[in-house]
């Protein structure tokens, strides 16, 4: 079974500061790298994605920076706020043209203090 | 837009009871996807539709099935429940094999 191992199980930072997530793939034929955001009693929703032809990719105070020979990936929250305390999801997905299938990392639940 | 919306989003049920579960996909949206989360396993993939066809299926039993109709809407059925069917059970929708997928709220459905 093709595995996506994410690291850390749980993270706590202070507001303002940087929340790093990081993500490993095994199969290099994945094409496309989304993190998924969720809340408790709501389905996942999702954050940013990129795609392997670039190694980085910005929005707002959300980052992904890709690393195609290590296959890791990893999100980066800047000035991370309360409002982030979630847990997050890293996923890699089959190859398009073909079943679509996400494979989830086991999620990181990040906890930003006041 | 509407998002992807499940029903229903609680269900209690008995080990050895049948159960289905109902997705209606984004506007415009041709492929749905079946997700299970639950707590030790994570979320894991179950099966993906395309215009009424599955196309793909991930490593559970025989006892999870699905189907899609011709309005992209699609439902997904357990027979003979166990306790450990206790889950999150999700759906996601996406316009193409290019685009992402976007998923409802779920339906959390407790096998007692």
């Known amino acids: 079974q093709q595995q996506v191992k994410q690291s850390p199980q749980s993270l706590i930072v202070q507001k303002g500061g940087i929340s790093i997530i990081n993500c490993a793939y095994e199969n290099t034929a994945f094409d496309y790298f989304p993190w998924y955001q969720q809340f408790p009693g709501k389905g996942p929703a999702l954050l940013i994605a990129?795609?392997?032809?670039?190694s980085e990719k910005k929005e707002g105070r959300f980052t992904i920076s890709f690393n195609k020979s290590a296959k890791q990936f990893s999100l980066h929250i800047m000035d991370s706020q309360p409002g982030d305390s979630a847990t997050y999801f890293c996923?890699?997905?089959?190859?398009?043209?073909?079943?679509?299938?996400?494979?989830f990392g086991s999620g990181t639940q990040l906890t930003v203090l006041p | 837009k509407a998002g992807v919306t499940q029903t229903p989003r609680y269900l209690i049920k008995t080990r050895g009871q049948q159960v289905t579960l109902s997705c209606s996909p984004i506007?415009?949206?041709?492929?749905v996807s079946w997700y299970q989360q639950t707590p030790g396993q994570g979320l894991q993939f179950l099966f993906e539709?395309?215009?009424?066809?599955?196309?793909n299926k991930g490593n559970f039993p025989g006892r999870f099935s699905g189907r899609q109709f011709s309005n992209s809407r699609s439902e997904m059925n357990v027979s003979t429940l166990e306790l450990g069917d206790s889950a999150l059970y999700l759906c996601a929708s996406s316009l193409s094999d290019y685009n992402e997928q976007f998923f409802g709220p779920g339906t959390r459905l407790t096998v007692l």
């Open positions: 539709y395309f215009s009424e066809t599955q196309r």
């Open positions: 996923a890699s997905q089959s190859p398009s043209g073909s079943a679509r299938q996400l494979t």
């Open positions: 990129i795609r392997p032809d670039v």
């Open positions: 506007s415009g949206h041709r492929s």
